[in-house]
């Protein structure tokens, strides 16, 4: 797809007067600055804003619980019992899982160490895993120390996928490459899908398919990636995958997250698990004492292990709701293509040599996320952007991350964080 764009701010407005997802700025709280006017928000890749229909659904909740109380496990509007089984299917649509592949429960790190429990069973010959540098530091504890857990050292163990020298992303190739010469002894290969720091879209269905054709375990963290690029998890093949719901699924801060595993593992109730009573049987669940026997439930739901965390799953629903009412993931994908890459087009007509977007050029290497590296005094010129409304982090030691995303932001904040920052 070739975009023909321009730097006038005409251009940018008739954008946003023809784009048919405008209206889903309105379902969101924007935050407002010192006067009283909408921060520029890049920051739906750290936390997304709160959509408006979220306030009635934890409303509801609260309401539930004063007027039901225990009585609202089974009799509130929505039952408390099977509250998760409302996020099942919206949450498999994003993901592109079946159903019966996905769970949402606990927290991201929580659950990559769950996954981790049931598919890393190192052995003899198979006991390394495989991840990308630099991940994110929660990833790296927790698959560093599940391999102490086993007894083994990360410095034998955990193998990492660099970029080239002078390079600022991963190769697919190269990640190819390291799992063919390690085919042997590789258990699992992790890859954060959009890599949190350059925004990297890695091939997930390439790395996948090198990675089972040596029967490899192969697992994902999706924490960038859900609600930001497309995923077919269930037809790529992945094992296993794990992700947060608070950066662009908008559901708030530490909410709850999703699990997704393969249908050909979810249905295999003889996989190793640390368990909960809310992976059991729902039949024999309530016979609590008198059921010391621990029957999991035959889909990802054999994983759940407590009873679902209410206040955080009700505005997961009401951010869900809102990913279908705009369509699912096709339609914001073309418009967070066309929005990202109005970004960089506008950084690239500026040719300003301050920066450098390390971010890959092209739209299928990439999520909306750009990662700017600044040459020169990279914290005054975050607080440059501060001071002038925009809401974008900073990553040590010299890296902006703007995320312009479909759903809220508008081609007009675009250009405005455009020229913020390209002016002297
Ligand atoms: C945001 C993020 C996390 C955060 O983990 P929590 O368990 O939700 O606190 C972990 N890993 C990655 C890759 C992330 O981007």
Same mark, same amino acid.
């Given at each position: ?22 209206? +889903? ?16 928000? +890049?920051?739906?890749?750290?936390? *997304? ?18 007027? =039901?109380?225990?009585?609202?496990? #089974? /009799? ?142 192969? /697992?994902?963290? #999706? ?8 995923? @077919? #998890? ?16 908008? @559901? ?7 699990? +997704? ?28 004492? =008198? ?14 292990? @407590?009873?679902?965390?209410? +206040? ?14 705009? *369509? ?7 418009? @967070? ?35 700017? =590296? ?46 913020? =920052?390209?002016?002297?």
């Amino acid at each position: 797809m070739t975009m023909t764009f321009s730097a006038d701010e005409d251009f940018a407005l008739r954008l946003d007067s023809e784009d048919p997802l405008r209206p +889903f700025r309105d379902k969101f709280h924007l935050p407002l600055d010192g006067n009283g006017r909408p921060l520029i928000y +890049f920051a739906g890749n750290s936390l *997304g804003l709160m959509p408006k229909a979220a306030r009635q659904l934890v409303e509801q909740e609260l309401a539930d619980w004063a007027s =039901l109380a225990v009585d609202a496990h #089974l /009799g509130a509007t929505t039952p408390w019992y099977s509250y998760h089984e409302t996020l099942r299917e919206p949450m498999a649509r994003l993901v592109g899982a079946k159903p019966n592949e996905v769970i949402c429960m606990n927290s991201l790190t929580v659950n990559l160490h769950l996954m981790m429990a049931t598919f890393y069973r190192p052995g003899k010959e198979r006991f390394k895993i495989l991840m990308e540098d630099p991940a994110f530091p929660s990833d790296t504890y927790a698959i560093k120390t599940q391999i102490i857990h086993h007894g083994l050292d990360p410095k034998d163990a955990l193998l990492l996928a660099r970029p080239r020298k002078g390079e600022f992303t991963v190769r697919t190739e190269d990640i190819v490459e390291l799992i063919q010469r390690n085919a042997d002894t590789l258990a699992v290969v992790l890859i954060g899908a959009v890599n949190f720091f350059t925004g990297e879209l890695f091939d997930i269905p390439a790395i996948t398919a090198a990675a089972r054709k040596h029967g490899i375990t192969m /697992g994902v963290d #999706l924490a960038h990636a859900a609600g930001n690029v497309p995923l @077919s #998890l269930h037809d790529w093949n992945v094992d296993f995958a794990v992700w947060c719901s608070y950066k662009y699924l908008n @559901s708030g801060p530490g909410a709850v997250a999703g699990a +997704f595993v393969h249908e050909r593992h979810a249905t295999n109730t003889q996989l190793p698990r640390l368990a909960g009573w809310f992976g059991n049987d729902p039949n024999t669940r309530f016979r609590l004492h =008198l059921e010391p026997e621990f029957i999991p439930v035959a889909s990802a739901d054999g994983w759940q292990i @407590s009873n679902p965390p209410i +206040f955080s799953m009700a505005p997961l629903r009401a951010s869900l709701a809102v990913f279908d009412e705009a *369509g699912g993931m096709e339609p914001l994908r073309a418009k @967070s293509e066309r929005l990202t890459g109005y970004l960089q087009f506008l950084l690239e007509e500026a040719g300003s040599n301050r920066f450098t977007v390390i971010t890959p050029r092209e739209p299928g290497g990439r999520g909306c996320q750009l990662s700017i =590296l600044s040459h020169e005094h990279p914290k005054e010129l975050h607080k440059k952007l501060e001071a002038a409304g925009v809401k974008a982090d900073f990553r040590e030691p010299n890296v902006i991350r703007a995320a312009p995303t479909p759903l809220y932001n508008s081609f007009h904040d675009v250009w405005r964080f455009a020229r913020i =920052l390209t002016e002297h």
